[in-house]
């Protein structure tokens, strides 16, 4: 059974400051994904990541895959408040499976 | 990307009733998912909305409390059964779309906040 852990779960930092947040995952993989959850609102996607050592970008997040390692990253930098919300990660086993999320990580950013 | 709309946004409920939960896609789409997001925690899978057959169904969720239709291949309905306060969770749809000719993307409806009482 797939098992998809992230840490830290919770993440309390200042703006301006530099982080990563970590998922681990326990089988192989087709593919990974990072979605962005604001209180009371759906998952908004961040990141689709297809492939080893694959790195994408968009603003102040960056996310990152090592297949070998079973790991993803999602390194925030120079984090301002309007990040602050719950990232997940998920992963899918095969195209047209089901997603295994994580935990979910929830940031706050304080000013 | 597709565009997912459903219905209701939100409802409260009495124990022991039923719940119908509308999905509908912008386009025509071969995946469509049924998620359970229980307040303050991560989605967990409750079936998969197969056209023209049976749903698949997850690990501890059964048809007969959570019926599923799937008429074509654009709209779903998920119907939460003799509803208890266990049951309160926010209900998602999720689709999966072709983006480009290798990359297939996973999204997510708006949800349906459903509350038991």
């Known amino acids: 059974e797939l098992k998809v852990e992230q840490n830290p779960l919770f993440l309390s930092m200042q703006e301006g400051k530099n982080y990563t947040i970590y998922c681990n995952y326990s089988t192989t993989s087709d593919r990974l994904y990072w979605y962005r959850q604001d209180p009371g609102k759906s998952l908004e996607s961040l990141f689709v990541l297809l492939s080893n050592g694959a790195v994408k970008q968009e603003g102040r997040l960056m996310a990152s895959l090592d297949t070998k390692a079973r790991l993803s990253t999602l390194h925030i930098t120079a984090a301002v408040h309007d990040l602050s919300a719950t990232y997940f990660c998920?992963?899918?086993?095969?195209?047209?499976?089901?997603?295994?999320f994580g935990e979910g990580t929830q940031l706050t950013v304080n000013p | 990307s597709a565009v997912i709309s459903q219905k209701p946004s939100r409802d409260i409920c009495q124990r022991g009733t039923s719940l119908t939960i509308q999905c509908q896609v912008d386009s025509q789409v071969t995946m469509m998912f049924w998620y359970r997001q229980q307040p303050g925690q991560s989605l967990t899978l409750i079936a998969t909305a197969n056209q023209g057959s049976e749903a698949t169904y997850e690990s501890g969720f059964v048809i007969d409390k959570f019926p599923i239709s799937r008429p074509n291949l654009t709209f779903s309905t998920l119907t939460v059964s003799n509803m208890s306060p266990e049951d309160s969770s926010i209900y998602l749809c999720?689709?999966?779309?072709?983006?480009?000719?290798?990359?297939?993307?996973?999204?997510f409806g708006p949800g349906t906040r459903l509350t038991v009482t």
């Open positions: 999720s689709v999966e779309t072709q983006t480009d000719r290798t990359l297939y993307e996973q999204y």
């Open positions: 998920a992963v899918q086993e095969t195209s047209g499976s089901r997603l295994t």
